[in-house]
């Protein structure tokens, strides 16, 4: 339900302080904070002035001067804070003609919504992530000239069954056996459930947590589904609760999608689902899995465009260490109702409510404004264009012969090349000037500037075991 400026000038009645937040071009919440009796109506139409050259892909300093205007709709109290707080989510604005930033990643997801209702196909997408994360107990890592090293603790790591220089009392989980454990083998099911209370605290419609497949702390936690902008502020508002009721317990947890070697990695499936007025375009009883025949084709400009999708959707170097086969990776260009290898997968259910598409590449690396908003661009692509899937794949794609798995696509293996991949193919995302040509431009040279190029320039651990000698 939308919230009223009056709203919450009643609710700032609460807070001492409030929060101004806004996402910069990676996907990290940035912010500034004034006292709370600075907040009034004229607030929320005049906005507050800020420093847009200091924010990563945003302005130059000779254009540094931006503007924020508060979405009251985004209010909440913040349920981890020290100081009663109010916070609130902002669009960036240009100072001079008040126009919104081409650049601003929430201003994309507004105009993917607006861009959907003009195509008469629906009027509402829903979105359900499903992201992933781990909770350790200690981190440590650094890379500079002479050493580059990071080691994890956690007390259920597998690693840790030997230890013994102090109490140990076992059941720590093995690599892929950490799904649905009870306590006292699943150590985090009072945190998650922090979690879980701490969101629902900040209105967050919550469905479930539990433990997933790998060792060494990893979760997951389940939020009712939402309009797409709204659910990539919900995202970062997930993501941000997470890591501070984890350090207010004496952990640390990340969303970083493969941080550990030889078990699964972490991933942000994303559920999808359109909808004209009170109807579920995706369904239809007779079709496959019921899917109606847009539906299909949606998934067909997903399988489409996946190369490309993946720049926005798993764009870190890290996110393809997780896109390998044999950990549930969804490294397939297929779709099927229940194979979990395949990129896009129709979950099981007789809910007409309840057919959706689930993408499963994305990761929580990525920015939420973004990655939801160009998975709805590849999906009403597919539906304009009736891009046509190919045949469902209810093998498991694992074991097929060599002849038949070599008939089947996979993802890219690294972001440089998701990164050509959105060069060469990004028409789709330019419709109703969602995103701009500068603004993908603006992305890819961040992307290659400050993440391929400094991985270039460095040596790895493991290159020492194999090099070293030689």
Request: with cysteine.
């Amino acid at each position: 339900m939308t919230k009223t400026v009056k709203e919450v000038l009643d609710m700032n009645k609460q807070a001492q302080i409030v929060d101004l937040r806004f996402v910069d071009l990676p996907g990290t919440w940035q912010h500034f904070t004034i006292p709370a009796h600075r907040l009034d109506e004229d607030f929320f139409k005049e906005g507050i002035p800020f420093d847009g050259s200091s924010i990563r892909g945003f302005q130059e300093i000779h254009e540094s001067d931006m503007l924020l205007i508060p979405d009251p709709d985004t209010a909440f109290i913040d349920p981890v804070a020290e100081i009663p707080t109010l916070v609130l989510s902002c669009d960036v604005h240009d100072p001079i003609t008040l126009e919104a930033y081409d650049r601003d990643p929430r201003y994309v997801a507004r105009k993917a919504e607006a861009y959907l209702k003009t195509t008469g196909i629906a009027d509402t997408i829903f979105i359900g992530p499903e992201a992933e994360f781990f909770v350790f107990d200690n981190i440590r890592y650094s890379t500079n000239t002479y050493e580059s090293y990071y080691h994890i603790d956690s007390e259920e790591g597998w690693w840790n069954s030997g230890h013994n220089d102090g109490p140990n009392y076992g059941g720590q989980i093995s690599p892929k056996r950490g799904y649905f454990p009870v306590p006292p083998t699943d150590t985090l099911q009072t945190i998650r459930s922090k979690f879980m209370l701490a969101l629902e605290t900040a209105g967050v419609p919550m469905e479930l947590h539990h433990h997933e497949v790998a060792t060494a702390g990893q979760s997951e936690m389940g939020m009712r589904f939402n309009t797409l902008t709204r659910m990539a502020d919900q995202t970062l508002l997930y993501k941000y609760i997470v890591k501070n009721v984890a350090r207010q317990n004496g952990k640390t947890a990340t969303f970083m999608p493969k941080p550990l070697f030889g078990d699964n990695g972490s991933g942000m499936h994303v559920h999808s689902s359109l909808w004209k007025g009170d109807e579920n375009v995706f369904y239809d009883e007779k079709g496959y899995a019921g899917l109606s025949q847009t539906a299909k084709y949606y998934i067909g400009g997903l399988l489409k465009h996946a190369p490309a999708l993946l720049a926005l959707t798993s764009p870190t170097t890290n996110s393809f260490r997780r896109l390998v086969p044999g950990f549930e990776a969804p490294v397939n260009l297929a779709y099927s109702q229940r194979n979990r290898s395949a990129i896009c997968r129709i979950p099981v259910t007789k809910s007409v409510k309840a057919k959706r598409v689930e993408f499963r590449a994305p990761d929580a690396s990525s920015n939420p404004y973004l990655a939801f908003s160009a998975i709805l661009m590849a999906g009403l692509d597919g539906i304009q264009n009736k891009i046509d899937p190919g045949l469902p794949q209810d093998k498991d794609l694992y074991e097929l012969p060599a002849e038949e798995k070599k008939l089947i696509k996979q993802v890219p293996g690294s972001l440089e090349d998701v990164l050509y991949a959105l060069e060469a193919d990004h028409e789709f995302l330019l419709k109703g000037n969602v995103f701009t040509t500068d603004f993908l431009e603006s992305y890819i040279d961040y992307k290659r500037v400050h993440e391929l190029d400094p991985m270039r320039l460095r040596p790895t651990p493991y290159e020492f075991s194999l090099y070293f000698d030689c």
